[in-house]
């Protein structure tokens, strides 16, 4: 369950300014119990050379919604979580406008973490389904 919920939209979001969610644009915009939703804008910095939205741009998205989610569920001050292994299922391209993602927390275990994260269009459409295990490391 993710209990860290002092953090606000706006403190997750401010993330270091040269980092790749930030220059792809991605923004969270909700948090439950079990869940997060974020965004991501299709456009040139995002597109593939035939003008969609790159496979490895939706991993990205998921990445991030699932590493931010894990954060979320650990005591910080302790345990810190890197991705482990991600799958990837692009179903669908997309040309402009915005993709959203929800991660959903599949199992939180001591050692790993796995969300479920559905990207979709702005008119609902599925885009990507991605399976993410995060590793929780202790911090030295």
């Known amino acids: ?11 997750l979001n401010e993330g270091g300014p040269m980092t790749l969610p930030k220059h792809l ?3 969270i915009t909700e948090v439950g119990d079990d869940y997060l939703v974020g965004r ?7 597109h ?3 003008g ?7 991993v990205v998205l998921a990445e991030t ?4 989610g894990s954060f979320l ?16 299922n692009h179903v669908r391209s997309v040309r402009n406008g915005y993709v959203y993602g ?21 008119d609902g459409k599925l885009v990507n389904i991605s399976r993410l295990t995060m590793a929780i490391l202790p911090i030295a």
């Open 73 to 88: 569920c650990l005591d910080s001050s302790k345990f810190y979580a890197v991705g482990l292994e991600i799958n990837a």
């Open 52 to 58: 969609i939205l790159h496979g490895g741009a939706s």
């Open 40 to 46: 991501m804008p299709v456009e040139p910095r995002t």
């Open 25 to 27: 644009g991605i923004e």
């Open 1 to 11: 369950m993710i209990t860290q919920k002092q953090y606000t939209l706006e403190m």
């Open 65 to 68: 919604l699932g590493s931010v």
């Open 48 to 50: 593939q050379p035939m």
């Open 102 to 122: 929800r991660a959903s927390l599949v199992h939180l275990g001591k050692t790993t973490h796995i969300w479920d994260i559905r990207i979709t269009s702005e």
